[in-house]
Structure formats: C-alpha cells, structure tokens
C-alpha cells in the first residue's frame, strides 16, 4: 500500500506584540493559568512536558527547569513517561520575569492548600483544587484565552513554535535554541524552522555589517563642534 505524503501542517507562531497582548490581557482578567502560557512560550516545552513538570524540578534559585517527565493523552487516558530522546531530557533557563510569575503561581497553590488542607500533586499545571491539568483540558484553556484576547486561535504547541521564531528574530543563535527545546540535533530545527531563516539571516548581516562601520566617538566630536564654534566667533570679531 503506498501511504498518502505526510505534509507538515504550517507553523502559525505569535510575533512579539501578539505574545505581550496575550500575556497582558491574561493578567488583567485574572487568568490563573497566565504564569502557564508565558512559562510555555519562554521555555518552548511541548505540552506533555509541561503538564509533567514538577516543583522539585524548578530551581527558583537558578533560575532553571530540569524536564525529566511528560504527561500524554494516550486512547483518551492520561499516561506518565520520560522524554522520548536523551536530548528532550534537559534543563532550561529561564528569565527573571517567567521566574517571578512561577512563584507568583507557586504562591496561589500554597494558598489554596492551606484552605483545603491538603494537595493532591505534586506537579506543576494543577487546578486550584490539587489536581493535575488534563492535557487536552490545557490545550482548550489556551485556546479559549487566545479567542478572550482577540487573537488568532493556535494550536497549544504553536507556544513552542513561537519561542523559536522569537529567538532567531533576537538573534540567538540556532544551536542554542535547538537545545532549549529538546531537539535530538540542529538539523531537526533547521528542517522545522527554515522559513524563518531569512528573518534572522538579516539580523545577522546588520550585526555583522555594524562591526564595520566606522565608530563615531562622540566626546570627540562634540568637542572638535564646540571648538570649531568658537573659532569662527574669534574670527568673527577680528574682523
């Protein structure tokens, strides 16, 4: 049987106003699951890896998050497993800002266990009442705070696209961000990536070309302004 020609379905990333809309409104209507989907863009997880983070995995201190586990939708049924290659199991950096919404949410749940008196897990992505997020329930959750904030409605794992496109328009470079997200090597994300290159190939000439330009020491030049000024006034009054 010759099987149909797989077709990669088209990488739909946000661009940078669209995240900070996104973010913005997600604070501002209370979302509880905001530090959520900044935590997904800022880091490029898959959603199985998310909804399989757990707090022993986040080093508030480092500033880092070790994935070790995933959490998939398997025949309807919620499945624990490790990373599928040795390169998905990996730690991450992350910014001060993701960092600050993470114990801001962190805070939340501690909050809410003292009014239940217990938990019930110890991931990560968890409703208020201690349980762990469904996956596809997270996906339907991100959807529906793209529609409430005028957005165009991705799929959850676009997140993951949108981290790299923002990367590569910031300039970082393509090895970096393949590690970040778990890649098994560079030639996967150039493959995935591609039509985004020439974004970042521009960056790149303008970067390469600005070390080229003759550099313009300004107290000098101000100074050689001021004294050509007054010159022209000693002149000036000579005549």
Request: aromatic share 6%; proline share 6%.
């Amino acid at each position: 049987v010759q099987l149909p020609r797989y077709e990669r379905p088209d990488i739909t990333p946000y661009d940078e106003l669209q995240v900070r809309e996104l973010l913005e409104h997600a604070n501002r209507t209370g979302d509880y699951f905001a530090p959520v989907w900044r935590l997904l863009i800022a880091s490029g997880m898959r959603r199985g890896e998310i909804c399989g983070l757990k707090w022993c995995d986040v080093n508030m201190y480092d500033g880092t998050i070790a994935i070790n586990e995933t959490r998939l939708t398997i025949d309807g049924k919620v499945v624990t497993e490790t990373p599928k290659t040795r390169k998905s199991r990996r730690v991450t950096s992350l910014d001060p800002g993701t960092i600050t919404e993470l114990a801001k949410f962190r805070n939340a749940q501690d909050d809410a266990k003292t009014r239940l008196g217990s938990w019930h897990s110890p991931y990560v992505v968890t409703d208020l009442d201690g349980q762990p997020i469904n996956p596809d329930r997270l996906s339907r959750l991100f959807k529906r705070a793209c529609v409430k904030a005028g957005l165009p409605m991705p799929r959850l794992h676009d997140t993951r696209h949108t981290s790299v496109t923002l990367g590569m328009s910031a300039g970082v470079p393509i090895h970096v961000l393949s590690g970040r997200v778990g890649h098994s090597n560079v030639t996967t994300t150039l493959n995935v990536y591609s039509a985004f290159l020439p974004r970042a190939d521009k960056l790149a000439a303008d970067v390469i070309g600005a070390t080229m330009n003759p550099v313009v020491d300004l107290d000098a030049y101000e100074t050689r302004t001021h004294l050509s000024g007054h010159e022209t006034v000693t002149n000036l009054n000579k005549l």
